[in-house]
C-alpha cells in the first residue's frame, strides 16, 4: 500500500531534529545540558519582558503624573470649555484608542492600560462639566450620573467586545451608582451594605465561572469585606452579637464552595477580629481574663490550622 506523503513543514522539523541530534553527538552534549541551556534561554527572555514591560509601566505613570501636573499649573488659567476638553477629552480618547486596540491583536495587551486611564479621566472630565456648566449643587446626584453613564459606556462595550477590563469597570461604576441611588433612597445604612456585598459575592460566584475569572478574586474580597462589615456595624455592642459567629462560619463554608480562597482569608481573618472583639467585650474585667485571653490563643492556632486546610481542600478541588 503507498504511504501518504509527508508535508513539507513535517520533512523540515524532521530534517532539523537530525541535524540537533548530529549536532549533540559531534559535540557530546546530553539531554540534561540541552534542556538546561534552553530553559536559562528562555527564562533570561523572559527576564527581558518582564523588565521592558516594568519600565513601560513606569513610563506610563510618569507621562500621567506629568498631565496632572501640567493641568495643575495652567488650571486658574483655562475657560470652562479648556478644562472640559484638557480633562475628558484625553479620557474619551484612551476609550477609543483601547476600542481599536482590540480589533488587532497584535496590540490587544495595550488595551488594558488605555481603557485604566479612560476610567480615571473620563470621570474627573464629567465632574469638571458638571462643576463648570450644572446649577445646583447636588453632589451626590451629579456622582450618581456620572458613574451611571459610565457604567452602561462600560458594559455595553463589555457585551460587544468580552474584554476583561471592560467588565471590571463597567460593574465597579454600577457598584458605585447604585450604592448612591440606594442612598438617596434612604435605604438604611446596614441592610444597604449586606444587600450590596450579597449582591457583589454573587456576581463575583458568576464571574468565576467564565473565562473573566481573574477579576472574581478582587469582588470575593470586596463582597465579603463589606458583608462581615455590614452584619458587625448591625450587631456591635447589642446582645446579639454572637450572631456574627455562625456568619463568619458560614462564608467560610461558602468559600470551599465556591472554591475562593480569597473569602476563605476574609472569613478567617473576620472569625480572630471577632474572637478578639468577643473577649474585649465579655471577659477583659473578670479574674478569668487570663486563662481567657490563653483560650483564645488556642482557639487562633487552631482557626488557622483549620484555615490551611481548607485551602489545602479548596486547592486540590480547583486543580483538575
Known amino acids: ?3 501518504p ?11 532539523a531534529l537530525e541535524q540537533i541530534a548530529l549536532l549533540a553527538r559531534t559535540h557530546h552534549l ?4 540541552i534542556g538546561a541551556h534552553l530553559t536559562k534561554t528562555a527564562l533570561k527572555d523572559r527576564s527581558s519582558a518582564w523588565l521592558s514591560r516594568l519600565l513601560g509601566y513606569i513610563g506610563a505613570v510618569f507621562v500621567f503624573g506629568g498631565l496632572a501636573l501640567y493641568m495643575g499649573m495652567i488650571w486658574n488659567d483655562l475657560n470652562s470649555p479648556a478644562r472640559v476638553i484638557i480633562t475628558f477629552g484625553p479620557g474619551i480618547a484612551a476609550f477609543i484608542l483601547g476600542i481599536v486596540t482590540l480589533k488587532d491583536e497584535r496590540f490587544m495587551r495595550a488595551s488594558t492600560p488605555l481603557f485604566l486611564k479612560a476610567a480615571i479621566l473620563q470621570p474627573v472630565g464629567m465632574f469638571v462639566f458638571l ?10 446626584l451629579a456622582a450618581m450620573v456620572v458613574f451611571g453613564i459610565l457604567a452602561v459606556q462600560f458594559l455595553l462595550c463589555f457585551l460587544i467586545f468580552r474584554r476583561t477590563t471592560l467588565l471590571f469597570f463597567g460593574y465597579l461604576f454600577w457598584n458605585a451608582s447604585v450604592g448612591i441611588l440606594m442612598d438617596r433612597c434612604e435605604v438604611p445604612e446596614d441592610p444597604m451594605g449586606i444587600g450590596l456585598s450579597l449582591s457583589i459575592l454573587m456576581v463575583a460566584w458568576s464571574i468565576d465561572r467564565t473565562k473573566h475569572k481573574p477579576i472574581a478574586a478582587f469582588w470575593y474580597f470586596v463582597g465579603g469585606v463589606g458583608l462581615l462589615w455590614s452584619v458587625f456595624q448591625s450587631v456591635e455592642n447589642s446582645a446579639y452579637d454572637i450572631i456574627m459567629l455562625p456568619v463568619m462560619i458560614g462564608l467560610m463554608w461558602v468559600s470551599v464552595r465556591m472554591h475562593s480562597r480569597t473569602m476563605l482569608l476574609v472569613g478567617t481573618f473576620g472569625l480572630l477580629g471577632f474572637l478578639t472583639y468577643y473577649t474585649d467585650q465579655y471577659f477583659k474585667d473578670i479574674t478569668g481574663w487570663p486563662l481567657a485571653l490563653m483560650m483564645m490563643g488556642f482557639m487562633l492556632v487552631g482557626i488557622s490550622y483549620m484555615a490551611v486546610r481548607l485551602s489545602q481542600k479548596i486547592k486540590s478541588e480547583a486543580s483538575p
Not at 5 to 15: H, L, M, N, V
Not at 131 to 140: I, K, L
Open 131 to 140: 462643576d463648570e456648566y450644572a446649577s445646583g449643587d447636588d453632589t451626590q
Open 30 to 33: 546530553s539531554l540534561d545540558e
Open 5 to 15: 506523503s509527508r508535508s513539507s513543514p513535517e520533512i523540515a522539523k524532521a530534517a
Open 1 to 3: 500500500m503507498e504511504q
